[in-house]
């Protein structure tokens, strides 16, 4: 009999605690644009801050590339070489945002914004569409991007000649508020174009007095799913878009697609 009132009474104290610390917060199911986007960065952002947090990473992406041979000098050299399917995974346990099975891994860099403290520094400017619905215990939020032209992007990097190095803290940090403000798909997803910049100057050079006559192209279909928990705790995240580029160089015509997708899943410790 003592026994059985002691297991009540740890179990009373378990639940009397989670209740304490797991409070409930009020998804806004039917809400505007504005509301479901501020209530994603909201509780999305906090995951980087977590003291512990398994994240499972999965990253498809899907390429189909038209390059005539002739054109193939106009594409910087690790560009030709990233341009190919790709389908990884990777698990990591991050505490107090250092990874434990690789302590150069920060979760920083691992989720996207990269190198900044949030997840997500969306707009509603940037959306579409947006739904915050319940399934079940959880809330469900859909967003979709706008389609973005790619000088959306890249206009705000080329009228900046200097490199990152060359420039201050306070100019660097201007430089990504302005992308971020410009874009959807800067300020809310990893685009997969770290492992294509190049670092040849020669290279870069060579590629720069061969310039392309035109170029064209963008961001579709940008799709952004996140699953939270009643407590507003991310479990997971889809990210979701399609990239192409045409450009037009000694009368012929070049042509890359990309498909891209990544799926987190979060795993927080039970205390």
């Known amino acids: 009999m003592k026994i059985k009132v002691i297991c009540l009474f740890f179990t009373a104290l378990v639940f009397f605690t989670v209740g304490i610390n797991a409070q409930q917060v009020n998804a806004p199911v039917g809400g505007s644009i504005e509301q479901i986007v501020a209530f994603y960065n909201q509780?999305?952002?906090t995951v980087k801050s977590a003291g512990r947090v398994?994240?499972?990473k999965n990253s498809v992406r899907e390429v189909d590339l038209n390059i005539p041979l002739l054109l193939r000098p106009f594409v910087p050299n690790?560009?030709?070489e990233s341009l190919r399917n790709q389908s990884t995974r990777v698990t990591e346990t991050f505490v107090n945002g250092i990874g434990?099975?690789?302590a150069e891994r920060g979760i920083n860099d691992f989720l996207p914004v990269a190198g900044t403290p949030n997840v997500s520094y969306l707009s509603p400017s940037h959306v579409?569409?947006?739904t915050c619905i319940s399934r079940g215990s959880d809330w469900v939020v859909t967003i979709r991007l706008r389609n973005e032209p790619l000088d959306?992007?890249?206009n705000t990097t080329q009228t900046n000649s200097r490199s990152a190095e060359d420039?201050?803290?306070a100019e660097r940090e201007a430089l990504m508020a302005d992308i971020l403000s410009r874009s959807g798909y800067v300020s809310s997803m990893e685009l997969q174009f770290d492992d294509m910049q190049d670092n040849d100057d020669t290279q870069q050079s060579n590629t720069a007095n061969r310039s392309p006559s035109s170029m064209s192209g963008g961001f579709q279909d940008g799709v952004i799913t996140?699953?939270?928990n009643q407590e507003g705790r991310l479990l997971s995240l889809t990210h979701s878009y399609n990239m192409n580029m045409s450009f037009r160089a000694l009368l012929m015509n070049a042509r890359i697609n990309i498909a891209s997708r990544r799926e987190y899943q979060f795993i927080y410790p039970m205390f």
């Open 167 to 169: 420039m201050s803290e």
């Open 152 to 154: 959306t992007i890249f």
């Open 226 to 228: 996140a699953v939270f």
């Open 54 to 56: 398994t994240i499972t």
């Open 43 to 45: 509780h999305a952002n």
């Open 78 to 80: 690790n560009v030709m």
């Open 128 to 130: 579409i569409s947006a």
């Open 100 to 102: 434990t099975s690789d």
